[in-house]
């Protein structure tokens, strides 16, 4: 779960190049068949996202976690926990790309 985290970077932009990297990072973990799933969240208590990774262990998910440049710049900070769902997760990203609309 992502969370705002200690040092919110105020609009302009560098914060627009921090959060372009957020995304392209998500893509890479993506493609790399390391993130199953992402996503924004309602803000409730802070709580902005959500990273459902496919690996061995919670250490290796925060390994991950801290390459994104949200975490590093302590936009957001992640509370990790373990879950475990079906294998057809991970066909989610192979799915998107096959039915989502195309930018123009």
């Not at 705002?4 to 921090?18: C, H, L, N, S, V």
């Not at 590093?72 to 879950?83: L, P, S, T």
């Not at 057809?88 to 195309?102: G, N, S």
């Amino acid at each position: 779960i992502l969370k705002t985290g200690p040092r919110p970077m105020p609009p302009g932009p560098e914060r627009d190049a921090m959060f372009r990297g957020h995304f392209a990072n998500m893509k890479r973990l993506s493609e790399e068949g390391k993130l199953a799933l992402a996503g924004p969240l309602d803000g409730v208590e802070g709580r902005r996202g959500i990273f459902v990774m496919a690996v061995a262990d919670i250490a290796e998910a925060r390994a991950l976690t801290e390459t994104d440049p949200v975490i590093a710049n302590g936009e957001m900070v992640a509370d990790y926990h373990r879950y475990y769902g079906s294998a057809a997760l991970m066909q989610v990203r192979e799915t998107h790309e096959r039915i989502a609309k195309k930018k123009l």
